[in-house]
């Protein structure tokens, strides 16, 4: 098999940093591709086609969790031993929870809004901002491998998961508003 | 002194080690064929010089017709005479959007997964029709490059569903077409048009076929085009324009709605033409005369644009759409290439520029296109073009789900992946001793099972009897480069790897498809035997061939002595056998050659993948 003893950030040659040029990593993903994509076995054994297949399957995945900076902290987190996916997560802070709950009332109100497709683009921007601070936390936490850094890392993801869904939702409703007109 | 042979850049050096491949555009309305030739590309004409190939079949009782001559006659034979098959493969009967209230044509097996239509020469399925056209286009490029093909790319609408993928490729193999890739039509319009304009950039591509419509956003970047996401509806088309203008028509002149075939091919043909007209005038006179009443009038651009925009609203909500998963902004799309003769109608340029916010580019003849872009890559995937870098990154249109409880579809792979791609599930038992379960498998973005497409029902078969919920079984779920899937399925606890048994939902099983080659084989009174032994001779070539490039490339570097000597020594065992008539004993020798060069083949990959990333850490000292 390909070498899967590799993880992801190995397979591209790049450090476990949780930071990450994404230009560098863009190239090396074409360059990865060139290399293993099953174009490249188009008239090669039955065989060779298996294994371009599977690894180019393998690369596709390493770069779709390298790339999105939530993917990334719950892989590095993996590699540490914890598991940042699932119900497991939880926060105890209030403050976000309310912000959270405010958010999301803001949200279903939109659709009353005088013009709500720019009432939802000011909320996505607001969420987005949300969400890179998050990433801006989770940057620094990342950095060391204190168990008390990996704890807050873990809350921080929590919220990033929150915060994301929120977002995918006041997309949905801009589509849904946009179709409309 | 023997004089050096000096090769064009990228081309072989050895002119037979040129393979013969070639691109098929298999449209809806029209499907043209091209290869390259001396490093250019060109579509394929027919011995009148007619490059395109109507995409209508007629079946005469002890033959069949394809192309303009079939045309001619569809409204004098329309039961026989099938247009649009593009619209019917992997599809049922009552998705079909229809003129007046009667089917096309005489449909049986509407119950079955695969519909037949009834012919004078049989019952025959969309599959078969296809196979038609293919051959007639396979039969065109062997006389044209004189020599058997080695491979073709075929087309497909971005957005056609596994069904219809797997229909296209079982069609190919029905007209003895190796296909070496299903390539995105509008992907393949961006490959004709970006090494052309040499961009670089993010394209949106807008194809608007004669049956399917596809917009895909691509970034081009040094030969690599990565698809960003795609999105369209394989159920609209050109042909709904000339529907809405038939059946304008039907109202005006009070023809009722049960009229016969040949009227509504009639109408549908005039629509067509108005159309056509329209794009060139603001008006256009409408006379008819049909089953002895006549009706004269006539049609503004005004009124055609009227009746067209929802299809063309639905066009620029898919545009929309395709942007947003694309994660950009309309203003970092550099241009809109049109593709597909509908977008010749100024209605659709307009709205098109409007939502893009730029003039969309035309200059490549949109009929032609994509065949061009498929014989490139043809080139390519043949093994010709040995320096190219260009890479073609696609995504799968339609996310894949599976039923759970409550008629319910849990996403497992969204839509907008890059592919390759597999993800896994695990499921458990639930009684006792169960040695099988299935998985209903459908695609589509909706949460119901009756909002999505059923793809196909995996059947696993072989689960070690354990008591219920101790089974761990991990079922995979892939997509190739073809955009087709694939399930596999293991006991984790134990090791065993189910069978699984594949039952389409729109689809031909396996070895349908194998009677139906078999039946097709013996109809045209060739030999089966002989055309398997064939294909297991040109096998056999492929694997020594490869071995042989490999171990010349990197023998020394990667194997040591013992191991080459072994190498060598069952290549030479497969060599041997390759040119004997016994098929069982040259797929053996194929099969042990591939075990024994297993690690070698493994041992080459995971080279060239730490090749290719050390070039980058060099380069950062630099």
Known sequence: MLDFTQNYFELFGLPSDFRLDLDELSLRYRDLQKVVHPDKFASASEHEKRVAMQSATLVNEAYAVLKDPLKRAQYLLSLKGRNAEGENLTTTDAAFLMQQMQLREALDETREADDPLEALDKLLDTIKAAINEQIAKLTILLETSSQQDLDAAMESIFKMQFLKKLYSEAEALEAELEDMI | ?622
């Open chain 2, 1 to 622: 002194m023997a004089l050096l042979q000096i090769a064009e850049p990228g081309q072989s050096a050895a002119p037979h080690e040129h393979k013969l491949a070639a691109g098929i555009d298999l449209g809806t309305t029209n499907s043209l064929i091209a290869s390259v030739r001396s490093g250019k590309p060109s579509t394929l004409p027919d011995e009148n010089g007619e490059h395109i190939l109507p995409s209508v079949v007629r079946y005469l009782e002890d033959d069949v017709e394809v192309g303009a001559a079939a045309r001619d006659t569809a409204q004098s034979d329309p039961l026989n005479t099938i247009v649009s098959v593009k619209r019917l493969v992997g599809r049922d009967v009552s998705e079909l959007k229809t003129l007046g209230s009667q089917l096309p044509y005489d449909f049986v097996d509407l119950d079955k997964p695969v519909p037949r239509i009834k012919t004078v020469a049989g019952n025959v399925t969309a599959i078969e029709v296809s196979a038609e056209i293919l051959k007639v286009l396979g039969k065109r490029a062997e006389d044209t490059l004189g020599g058997e093909l080695d491979g073709v790319v075929i087309t497909v609408p971005a957005y056609f569903d596994d069904a219809q993928r797997q229909a296209t490729k079982d069609a190919a193999k029905l007209a003895g077409l190796n296909v070496f890739r299903l390539l995105n039509e509008p992907t393949a319009a961006a490959v004709s048009y970006g090494l052309d304009q040499g961009a670089d950039g993010i394209h949106a591509v807008y194809d608007l076929g004669g049956g399917t419509f596809d917009i895909s956003i691509l970034k081009l970047n040094k030969g690599v085009f990565e698809v960003l996401s795609t999105g369209g509806d394989s159920a609209l088309g050109g042909d709904d324009f000339d529907r809405v203008v038939a059946e304008w028509i039907m109202t005006k002149a009070g023809i009722s709605d049960d009229a016969d075939h040949g009227t509504l091919r009639h109408l549908m043909d005039l629509g067509r033409s108005l159309k056509e007209r329209l794009s060139d005038s603001d008006s256009a006179d409408i006379s008819i005369n049909i089953a002895g009443s006549q009706w004269s009038g006539s049609i503004t651009r005004e009124q055609f644009n009227e009746l067209i925009d929802p299809l063309v609203k639905k066009t620029l909500q898919a545009c929309r759409r395709a942007v947003r998963d694309a994660g950009i902004s309309k203003e970092e799309i550099k241009d809109v290439v049109m593709v597909g003769g509908s977008t010749r109608v100024p209605r659709v340029r307009e709205l098109v520029g409007e939502l893009f916010n730029s003039e969309p580019l035309i200059n490549i003849d949109p009929d032609k296109v994509v065949a061009i872009g498929a014989a490139i890559q043809a080139n390519v995937l043949a093994g010709n073009q040995t320096d190219d870098d260009m890479l073609l990154l696609d995504v799968n249109p339609l996310s894949l789900g599976i039923e759970t409880m409550g008629g319910l579809v849990e996403k497992i792979i969204p839509r907008n992946t890059t592919i390759p791609v597999a993800r896994a599930q695990e499921f458990t038992t639930f009684k006792d001793g169960q040695s099988a379960m299935a998985v209903h498998v459908l695609q589509g973005e909706r949460e119901l099972v009756d909002d999505c497409r059923s793809l196909a029902r995996f059947e696993l078969h072989g689960i070690p009897p354990v008591v219920a919920g101790a089974a761990r079984i991990r079922v995979t779920f892939s997509i190739d480069a073809d955009g087709l899937l694939n399930v596999s399925a293991e006991e984790t606890t134990s090791g065993v790897k189910a069978q699984v048994n594949v039952r389409p939902s729109h689809g031909l099983a396996d070895d349908e498809v194998t009677e139906m080659l078999k039946a097709s084989i013996e109809h045209a009174e060739q030999d089966v035997h002989m055309r398997q032994l064939r294909e297991e001779q040109v096998e056999a070539q492929r694997v020594i061939e490869a071995l042989k490039a490999a171990m010349s490339a990197d023998a020394e570097q990667l194997l040591d002595e013992a191991e080459q000597q072994l190498l060598l020594g069952e290549l030479q065992k497969l060599m041997d056998v390759s040119q004997s008539s016994d098929i069982k004993q040259i797929k053996d020798a194929i099969k042990t050659l591939e075990k024994a060069s297993e690690f070698y083949v493994e041992r080459r990959m995971n080279s060239s993948i730490q090749q290719a990333m050390a070039g980058h850490n060099v380069d950062e000292f630099k």
